[in-house]
């Protein structure tokens, strides 16, 4: 079976598609496969879990780079469609697929493996992320594009920026360790203890 190894289980399949260069993240567990971001090139994306069982298509937020081929990969498989709540009726609104709707607390299961749903609110008002806490490995957060190597994700007010980067620093950097690995919905993974010392040079630049 191709993919990194991620612990309990899980292996990690990561593809840069469309014209923004958005990652596109595959997580497999034995048959299962689970998809984060099918944003674009759906016939890449179909190959990429041709013969797998696919139990669900997270979108990380609502952006229109983030679904381009979310009908098409749902159409071809069946699979259900997870958004957060907040961003939810306007992903169905662009896409007409109907989507599960999560928030903090919910999780998303993968064979006996379940991912933790996590609400970031200000990149836009229903961002998720998605936390995999494996016992034998290092924890891993699917951050979309609220956080990146070297900042949070963009904002267009104040309140956005402050609303993001206060649900950032205490639902991620406060919770999980500086090991963590940060998979950003554009670009090359981070940890957070690389960015962890730039809270404080963030909150003062304001973005």
Not at 23 to 29: E, G
Not at 64 to 85: E, M
Not at 149 to 159: D, F, I, N, Q, W
């Amino acid at each position: 079976m191709t993919g990194l190894p991620i612990g309990a289980g899980l292996r990690l399949t990561t593809r840069s598609v469309g014209p923004m260069d958005n990652n596109a993240y595959l997580l497999v567990n034995g048959p299962d496969a689970l998809l984060i971001d099918a944003a674009a090139e759906p016939s890449a994306l179909l190959q990429m879990i041709a013969k797998m069982n696919l139990v669900g298509v997270i979108t990380t937020h609502r952006h229109a780079d983030h679904l381009q081929a979310l009908a098409a990969v749902v159409r071809a498989t069946g699979a259900p469609a997870y958004a957060g709540s907040p961003d939810a009726a306007t992903i169905t609104e662009a896409t007409g697929v109907t989507c599960r709707e999560v928030w903090d607390g919910d999780t998303v299961a993968l064979g006996d493996v379940r991912l933790q749903v996590i609400g970031l609110v200000g990149h836009t008002p229903g961002s998720i992320a998605l936390a995999h806490t494996p016992d034998d490995a290092p924890d891993r957060l699917f951050t979309g594009d609220s956080l990146f190597p070297g900042g949070v994700g963009k904002t267009h007010r104040a309140a956005d920026f402050d609303s993001l980067l206060n649900d950032v620093t205490s639902k991620l950097f406060d919770r999980f360790g500086d090991d963590t690995v940060v998979h950003p919905g554009h670009g090359a993974p981070t940890t957070l203890g690389a960015e962890r010392p730039h809270l404080d040079e963030w909150r003062a630049r304001g973005w």
